[in-house]
């Protein structure tokens, strides 16, 4: 297996991404940031690609920035670093043009959790865990935490997972509605290729719609967010697709889906 510290391969029409520096839990260096964001810039640029998955090599998912890489530790502008790296990795991963899937193999720290996060699906192995581990080196949460800690489990969850910095096993996770499921560790990799080759066939165009239109009613009000479906039923409703999966439905075959 190669030592580049990304590595990525097909599986189909899914692009697989590992994170791969296993020796430090596969913490964020400036050559990772660099592998990573062409790893999934291509992905979106290739119409054959229909879904992504991230994961992380050996035992851990991805314990956030490395703190003893010389080209970003101890930087006199901790902002500059976010600015650099974690706003357009977060804005990648909100804007791709397919399902992205993270699975989650072993602990998942600091912007290593929320990089997580910020996946549409996320399914965790069993021995998983997420920390934000932020506050113990005296931080907020950054990789979109503070955005999306409190939508995913309510502000008083998000307040005391971000100031313990306590381990958030795989399965309170799931409980808690932080992550979609919790499996097996044997059964990680099986389930999410699994689950990405399934939407790999479904409309790429309305999935990636439909995590659009409901990031964006989070913050509407009930009328606003219905001229949103409006607005967004209207333009997929004139698309290929919808044709498509319409007459697959009539005439009961499987639909054949192109748009992205
Ligand atoms: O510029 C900026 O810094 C701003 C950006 C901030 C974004 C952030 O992500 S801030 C948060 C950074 N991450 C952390 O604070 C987490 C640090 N790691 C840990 O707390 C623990 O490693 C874990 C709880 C994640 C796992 O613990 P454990 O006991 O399972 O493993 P370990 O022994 O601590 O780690 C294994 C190795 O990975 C170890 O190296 P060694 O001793 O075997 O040579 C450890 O030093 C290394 N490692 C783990 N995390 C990091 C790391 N090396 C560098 N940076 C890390 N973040």
Request: aromatic share 4%; proline share 5%.
């Amino acid at each position: 297996m190669s030592d580049a510290p990304v590595l990525v391969a097909r599986h189909g029409a899914v692009t697989l991404i590992t994170l791969n520096r296993p020796a430090a839990l596969n913490s964020f260096t400036a050559a990772m940031h660099a592998l990573l964001l062409p790893a999934l810039e291509q992905a979106a640029a290739d119409s054959s690609v229909r879904a992504v998955v991230l994961t992380g090599a050996g035992r851990g998912f991805c314990a956030g920035q490395d703190l003893a890489d010389p080209a970003m530790a101890g930087a006199a502008d901790v902002g500059a670093v976010i600015e650099r790296y974690y706003r357009p990795l977060g804005m990648r991963l909100r804007t791709m043009p397919v399902p992205v899937i993270a699975a989650v193999n072993g602990v998942a720290a600091g912007a290593g959790a929320n990089i997580a996060l910020l996946c549409d699906i996320v399914i965790a192995a069993r021995s998983a865990s997420f920390i934000q581990a932020f506050s113990k080196i005296g931080l907020v949460p950054d990789a979109g935490g503070t955005w999306l800690l409190p939508r995913l489990v309510g502000r008083a969850r998000a307040l005391a997972l971000a100031m313990t910095g306590e381990k958030l096993p795989a399965e309170e996770a799931q409980r808690i509605g932080m992550i979609w499921q919790c499996v097996d560790d044997a059964a990680l990799m099986d389930t999410a290729l699994g689950l990405a080759n399934k939407l790999a066939v479904m409309p790429s165009k309305a999935l990636v719609e439909t995590r659009r239109v409901l990031d964006a009613g989070m913050a509407m009000e009930f009328a606003d967010a219905i001229t949103l479906e409006a607005d967004t039923q209207r333009e997929l409703g004139r698309a290929a697709d919808f044709a498509e999966g319409v007459a697959a439905f009539l005439a009961k075959r499987p639909a054949v889906f192109k748009d992205r």
